[in-house]
């Protein structure tokens, strides 16, 4: 079974391969679409675009923040040598200096290794295919723990909605009895109206028949929460079905809002009324929600 993912994420790998400790972080929040960032080191440059895409293959939507820093064990990324000729002239100097001016002699191998360019240090040259390829082991790893988060965070949104939609699918039915009571009711009023205005003249049954007709033709609701039932089976369909749903969700709440009022607009009943500002504000909640799935 596919699950929705939240798009609010942390992954975090470390690992020291070939004598590099490679170290991944990942978070992400909320955004509309992909937004990756990708921060490395300089010797890691290269790399770049080859983390984007990764990101990209597992991540449809959020602005996602990638951390990467490496250590490298000096004695494998260098190689010191002493350069002799450039030592022998600077011990030659320092001799002429005591035998002919009568300098102290005080030479020693601190002083000496300070000196310009007594030493060569140079960096061993650096296979980037097999760098990359360390690399993108550690990211994978980071991408898999900021994945299980992401999971675990859409398995509580999951849930979350799902009882939401089951609260609302309550609400709704209390709606559809109450409407019809009030149907019922204004009949009654109706017909007591007309027999305290007309007293003792006969009433006319079909005119109560009609006005309760016309009535109830104005009150009704049956369309509405008909397609808001589809609307809330078809949320947990996209739910099971799991997927980056976060934006067909947003434009079905629009859609259940959209009933919503509508039903609100039909209500004469204060009772009814209030258990529709109940459905709408249940539908706020679940609107927030979606803003946090993938």
């Not at 300070?114 to 060569?120: A, D, K, N, Q, T």
């Not at 589809?230 to 079905?241: I, K, R, W």
């Not at 204060?270 to 927030?288: F, T, W, Y």
Request: proline residues 1%; aromatic residues 4%; hydrophobic residues 40%.
């Amino acid at each position: 079974m596919t699950l929705i993912k939240s798009m609010t994420g942390y992954g975090r790998a470390v690992e020291t391969v070939n004598g590099r400790e490679f170290t991944v972080e990942l978070r992400s929040v909320n955004n509309r679409y992909l937004d990756c960032n990708v921060k490395l080191p300089r010797s890691l440059s290269f790399a770049e675009d080859a983390v984007k895409q990764a990101v990209k293959a597992a991540v449809s939507r959020g602005k996602v923040d990638v951390f990467i820093s490496v250590k490298t064990e000096e004695a494998d990324d260098t190689a010191i040598s002493l350069n002799e000729k450039t030592l022998e002239g600077y011990l030659a100097a320092m001799r002429r200096m005591v035998s002919e001016f009568g300098v102290k002699d005080d030479i020693s191998v601190s002083a000496l290794s300070r000196l310009p360019e007594v030493f060569s240090v140079e960096r061993k040259e650096v296979d980037e295919q097999q760098l990359l390829e360390d690399l993108m082991g550690v990211v994978t790893k980071a991408l898999e723990g900021y994945d299980a988060m992401r999971c675990t965070e859409g398995a509580a949104l999951d849930a979350d909605l799902r009882s939401r939609g089951n609260t609302i699918l309550e609400l709704v039915s209390q709606v559809e009895q109450g409407n019809g009571q009030t149907v019922i009711d204004y009949r009654a009023r109706l017909e007591a109206k007309l027999k305290e205005v007309l007293a003792n003249t006969n009433i006319d049954e079909s005119r109560i028949l009609t006005e309760a007709a016309i009535f109830a033709d104005k009150v009704a609701v049956d369309e509405e929460t008909v397609r808001l039932r589809s609307h809330l089976q078809q949320m947990n369909t996209m739910l099971s079905g799991g997927g980056a749903v976060g934006r067909k969700l947003d434009f079905l709440l629009q859609e259940m809002n959209r009933e919503a009022n509508t039903i609100g607009s039909k209500c004469t009943d204060v009772k009814l009324a209030r258990i529709v500002v109940d459905i709408k504000a249940e539908l706020e909640k679940i609107r927030e929600q979606t803003q946090n799935i993938e």
